[in-house]
């Protein structure tokens, strides 16, 4: 039983949802102040992108509370780059960044965010896609010493509230957990690209195979290695000129898919130009120098809990790709070459999107973990992950 999600649009578990809106209201329903909370504490708005002081304060509860390994060895360390990166794009609203601080202290306990997004939905009965706006939320993150103040239902509340009065009633959100109820549920891969360090942290293990050599790890180091080169002529940094033709061949890649998003041309500036440390992005050029392939992944280190040798993990994740003239699992070899060349120990991956294609050629293994792909407010049936073309972050 859920006791909040009991209460909530959501699809509560049948067989055969609903597909559509599952609650229709008006703006003239919604609470027009926010909903209250203790009297010690009280509601902020952080300004992550004119505010280096708020940024800092965001990131340090991240930090320190935020997705966590069952094993408490791993802790995501989003950097101060990438979260302004995630909370301002085009369009994005000041005020669906939602914090909780203490009036004493003005210290950050709790945070939510959301962000624009459009979604294209297909019927499941076939048909051309419903582009619908709706709202990203993540970041939920609640300090460690009031997990059991039941904050985490106010802030989801809070943020739906302030998402309402703009009239957009739909959100998608992904979380680790089984929340009613996911819409699909992908498994998370992992492709070692420093084996080495990743034995020493224990984020993965010697297989058995190994273990007959006099040298395991030279030879896992040998069955992991990457060419220093790209193997596809034309592969190169996604520049600002190719944003118009990363634009087009993205969303016609994207079209294919039951749940994927939409993207106009500030959006593939913000999201998918190169940025120092945060998200790196390739195109295939041709004779003309025009873009004809795009590939995209993004940094998102963890903290190693407890290691005294490493303190990070440097981990690469595959974001974006159009792969039209060039097979996927050969534009995506080039990912990591780049991403070896770029200092990452590991390219983790979901089996969303076309990326099946690549995961056993390229020695992708299999994890322990899984994501759940959510709507609020909308019902729609269960899907294959590769159905799915949007990448949460």
């Not at 999201?271 to 795009?294: C, H, I, K, Q, Y």
């Not at 974006?320 to 060349?341: Q, W």
């Not at 050629?361 to 799915?388: M, R």
Request: net charge negative.
């Amino acid at each position: 039983m859920h006791e909040f999600w009991s209460t909530q649009p959501v699809p509560q578990g049948e067989k055969e949802a609903q597909e559509g809106p599952l609650e229709k209201k008006t703006v003239d329903d919604v609470p027009k102040s926010p909903y209250p909370i203790a009297s010690v504490l009280e509601w902020w708005v952080p300004d992550v992108l004119e505010s280096e002081d708020d940024l800092r304060q965001i990131y340090e509860l991240l930090r320190d509370n935020y997705v966590e390994d069952d094993d408490s060895m791993f802790r995501f360390n989003y950097s101060h780059a990438f979260l302004k990166w995630a909370l301002t794009p085009p369009g994005y609203v000041k005020e669906w960044h939602v914090a909780v601080r203490r009036k004493n202290d003005k210290s950050v306990v709790a945070f939510i965010s959301g962000i624009p997004i459009d979604i294209a939905v297909k019927p499941s009965a076939g048909g051309d896609a419903e582009v619908r706006k709706m709202c990203e939320i993540n970041f939920l993150c609640i300090h460690k010493r009031l997990r059991e103040k039941k904050l985490a239902p106010i802030l989801i509340k809070e943020v739906t509230r302030r998402v309402n009065v703009l009239d957009i009633w739909q959100a998608v959100y992904t979380a680790g957990i089984v929340l009613p109820t996911p819409f699909t549920s992908a498994q998370y891969f992992h492709r070692s690209l420093n084996p080495e360090k990743l034995v020493a942290i224990r984020f993965s293990r010697i297989p058995p195979q190994y273990e007959k050599f006099q040298n395991p790890m030279q030879m896992m180091k040998r069955n992991y290695a990457v060419p220093n080169a790209p193997a596809v002529r034309g592969f190169r940094e996604m520049e600002a000129g190719d944003v118009p033709a990363v634009k087009s061949i993205l969303n016609a890649s994207l079209a294919k898919f039951s749940v994927a998003p939409t993207f106009t041309e500030e959006e593939v500036h913000h999201w998918l130009l190169p940025r120092e440390g945060v998200v790196f992005s390739f195109v295939v050029a041709d004779s003309n120098n025009v873009a004809t392939d795009f590939v995209s992944f993004y940094s998102l280190p963890s903290t190693v809990i407890g290691n005294s040798k490493y303190n990070e993990l440097n981990a690469a994740y595959t974001y974006y790709y159009s792969a039209n003239t060039v097979p996927i699992k050969v534009l995506m070899g080039d990912v990591l070459s780049a991403a070896k060349a770029k200092g990452f120990d590991v390219v983790n991956t979901l089996d969303i999107l076309d990326n099946k294609e690549f995961l056993q050629d390229l020695k992708f293994g299999p994890g322990d973990g899984n994501l759940h792909y959510y709507f609020y407010n909308w019902g729609y049936p269960i899907v294959q992950p590769k159905s799915v073309g949007l990448v949460m972050l």
